[in-house]
């Protein structure tokens, strides 16, 4: 069913209505350069920055102005030099703010003003301004804990910034971000068009420069027509550097403006544009058909009037790169696997001989093959020999262990009397005793299962008749084994005796 004509009129107002909002929200932007710097050579020989003007504590480079450094009780400032010529503008400023301390202070300002600003209170600034504060704040001064915190105050000049409350009571809006000690510089982009004040924010944790979030947004913001860009920053009790990286300025125009504000051409200026035009035209049109005549295969093949078949389009280009992607990684997948399998290798090398080391070192020397039956049991073979050895080992390792630590506790306890002892007034407490009595128990107890372990092996040992030794392999009486035993934990005791002596004479002289 056909819409009657009222309603098709309708549709198309609606449409153009719609178009021509779109088109005001998308204004019209071109940049300025004498409200705008940025690297390299941002500086010029001389220290200048062309078209802007600096003081107090600010110094400028090349690279970037710091408009404060981290001093304490430190203010630089950086202005235009003129006033701007238009009336709706955009700002993107990039800024470092970079200090030791967890807490930073005090803080930088954006200001777009009627006139300079001067040196002054308000983060490096005058106060009773006439314009637009854009204060980024590091210091919690109404102890609030709401810093390092980004808010927008306007003033007419009779308002008096309130540093107590943080101007809490006087921003026209604001957000928690935390602009410090970032890896990468911030951003921060205010666009003023048509009495509205956008704010986005990037926190320089991504060198993306698209990855703005919104911050804030304000209508009904009046501010002066023409006014002055300036930058300033301030340091008090705790102190950061600032630094301003770029500053670039924009101005916004709607495409009704921008189209009554083109130059007027000459109807022969225009003429000749045309003729030029023309001309161009016919002498590209000349080369095609002298490209034809000369490759006449490539003519047949229809590529001449189809110059868009020559290049691949978005999905070609996508799954190419996909198919690129998959395949380095596929690469990537294949080398990790040999090396695995590599490392795999190498282990079972490793493991393969080690266990044959470690059983030349058990067996020691190859035992003889001796046909018929080995003659009875109450020998000692050379397996058993080298098992008691092993746990001879063993407990002379915890005997020595045991020893280290009842020696270490034997010190603390003389530390902690020596330094009772020192107390004015005090008298030596043994502080520590219960422990040590424990350990000097477990050292009882465990010193009491090793003889008693002794004394059945021996019992065990003494049990079984004694028989002479085979010829056919070396052998070693219980007898001669036990006297060794003795001998080397006689010796072993004495050893640690005199040592304890020697340690407790050396003592005395401290």
Known sequence: M?????????????????????????????????????????????????????????????????????????KGQIWTRTPTDFEWWEVELVFRVTGRGRIGADGLALWYTESKGVEGPVFGSNDNWNGLGLFFDSFDNDNKHNNPFIMAMTNDGSQSYS???????????????????????????????????SVMFHNGMSNNEQDYEMCFRVENVVLPKYGYFGVTAATGGLADDHDALKFLTYNLQSSDSTGTNEPHIPEDERAKLSQEFQDYQDKLQKQKDEYRQAHPDEADTGKMENPEEWFETDNQRELGQIFAGQSKMFDALRDIQRKMDDLVGRQERTLSLMSAIQTNQVGGVAQPSVTGQVPGGDVLRRHEVDTA?????????????????????????????????????????????????????????????????????????????VTSCPTAQPCLSTTIFAVFMVIQMVIMMGYFVYRDTKEAQAKKFY
């Open 163 to 197: 540093h107590q409350l943080d101007g809490s009571t006087q921003q026209l809006a604001g957000c928690l971000r935390d602009f410090r000690n970032k890896p990468f510089p911030v951003r921060a982009k205010i666009e003023y068009y048509h009495n509205t004040l």
């Open 2 to 74: 056909a819409l009657p004509a009222r309603w098709k009129l309708l549709v198309g107002l609606a449409v153009v209505f719609l178009f021509n909002s779109i088109d005001a929200q998308n204004p019209f932007r071109s940049f300025q350069y004498k409200y705008s710097f940025k690297p390299p050579y941002l500086a010029q020989k001389d220290g200048s920055v062309p078209f802007w003007e600096y003081s107090g504590n600010a110094i400028a480079n090349e690279e970037m102005v710091r408009i404060t450094p981290s001093l304490r009780s430190q």
């Open 389 to 465: 050895l092993a746990n001879q080992r063993e407990i002379v390792g915890a005997a020595r262990e045991i020893k280290a630590y009842v020696t270490e506790i034997h010190q603390r306890t003389a530390t902690i009397v020596q330094n009772q002892g020192k107390q004015v007034g005090g008298s030596a407490q043994p502080i520590g005793y219960d422990h040590v009595q424990n350990s000097l128990n477990e050292v009882k107890e465990g010193l009491n299962l090793i003889k008693r372990d002794i004394s059945v092996t021996a019992q065990r040992l003494a049990a079984q008749p």
